[in-house]
């Protein structure tokens, strides 16, 4: 199946501090997406993009498909922005099955 | 805005139990899945369903697995018989065709 490498594994920032968190994967696909996983646990969607550039606010995220990468920014970083960032893919395998495949996540600290 | 919900937020259940997870996917989506989390590890695909039939499942779903779509809006994840490793989040998503997946809150099992 696809492999997924996010890094770094572990941020710790400064309130108001940027960052810039990667997800490597190891094939094509057609679907990725990024997660922030709040203190309580419930996954909030960030962005879906399997290609291209898109902003929200503070975040923007860029996927480069053809290099097999994909890149959270966070500005001004908030205490609120702590919590677990997934970077989760999906594309049709060698056989045809249809994999989703999370990375392990980067854990965020924002100290005040 | 439309969201996946599920039951019950925390179920705690004997070794050996059965339990079923609720979710009530969004209601123009046409793929399910469920996924689940060990405390401190990373999301993992368990199944996913479309038109009334699994489409991909993993190896962790196995035999005392199975899912459900009993009426025109609920999708059920049975756990025949639980083992303490069972004890995760547990959590559903929705999807209108193969893009963009959206989560719901979870439902935390504890197997005791």
Redesign the interface.
Known sequence: GIQVEQSPPDLILQEGANSTLRCNFSDSV??L?W?HQNPW???I?LF?IPSGTKQNGRLSATTVATERYSLLYISSSQTTDSGVY?C?V?GFAAGG?????????TSLIVHP | EPEVTQTPSHQVTQMGQEVILRCVPISNHLYFYWYRQILGQKVEFLVSFYNNEISEKSEIFDDQFSVERPDGSNFTLKIRSTKLEDSAMYFCASSEMRHEQFFGPGTRLTVL
């Open positions: 057609n679907n997406q997660f646990g419930q996954l969607n879906y997934f989760a999906a099955s249809y994999i989703p495949t999370f990375g392990r996540g």
